[in-house]
């Protein structure tokens, strides 16, 4: 039983669809939480977030919203709000008809106004959807889904459809519509900035499962497995075999050596943040136990970062700022040193 100011709990849910299916799903997001479902196309991210809206029933499990037993509940009764990427506007109604519309018995006229200003669209309310942009748009089916002062906005993949720099200006919207309404969400989304920028805290799906829960740098700098590291697109992850030294533990790989702080034995992954690594041509002085010395094989401008693809009998890639590249002079085929913490080390 959830306590009675949590927000969402899913306990052991299931759910076949077809060849598809969700299999003992368990997951409690705090009230007021913003939390980001984060997996590739196909693992089930929309059918979950479905089920829990209720326009699928579970074959097994319970949903719970703030203390309410809602699985059995139609999607009408259960105080939640959804958004779809593709909005699902009607062509023929205005905006002002849109936000209102399904919402007739709960909100009045002053009450669209007011959420329409929320969302910075009061001046469009004589519009009709094909007249807007694709931010307007998306702003018009997040104003009708806060028109019901919903206990929970679900919201699957919203920002998709936009281009890069509309897409950047609706996440500091969503964060700010957050902070002022403080209702529980739950974001669909396949993009690492998304989760990254929007969630207090974010779950990585696979294959119908959630595979780790956590605070985004938590999940970003120590995935709990390689399918999770790879699917992050986290460089430098190597398998190896560990052993102890001592406090240290000491992992093998092709004959290399490096030292972590983490205690795991015997076959394991480790995983090493590219901009946690030191750069230098010349050995520094430094407490890091992990120092080695490469040949510089590759390197990547990115703007105000350089990746740097270093062979140090591994290749490893490190991360510096465009002002340290350019200070230290380095070039393609140069010898350089890298240092970084056995803090670093990620073991899994």
Known sequence: MPIKNSGIRVDDLSKELGKFSLRDINLEINKGEYFVLLGSSGVGKTILLETIAGIYHPDKGRIWLEGRDITDLPLKDRHIGIVYQDYMLFPHLKVEENIGFGARSRGDRHRIIEVANLLGIGHLHSRYPKTLSGGEKQRVALARALLTNPK???????????????????????????????????????????????????????????????????????????????????????????????????????????????????????????????????????SALNTFDGKMEDIIDKGTVVKLAVDVGIPLVAMITKISFEEMGLERGMSVYLTFKASAVHIF
Do not use: C, W
């Open 152 to 286: 929970a906005l679900l919201l699957d993949e919203p920002l998709s459809s936009l281009d890069p720099q509309i897409g950047e200006k609706l996440r500091a919207e969503l964060r700010r519509i957050h902070r002022l309404t403080g209702v529980t969400v739950i974001h669909v989304t396949h993009n690492f900035e998304e989760a990254f920028t929007l969630g207090d805290r974010i779950s990585v799906m696979s294959e119908g499962e959630i595979v780790q829960v956590g605070e985004p740098s938590e999940v970003f700098r120590k995935p709990s497995s390689e399918y999770v590291a790879s699917f992050l697109g986290i460089e430098n992850l190597f398998s190896g075999k560990s052993t102890r030294l001592g406090d240290i533990t000491d992992i093998e790989i092709n004959q290399i050596h490096i030292l972590s702080t983490a205690q795991k034995l015997g076959d394991v992954s480790i995983s090493v943040r590219p901009e946690d690594i030191l750069v230098s041509k010349k050995p520094l002085e430094s």
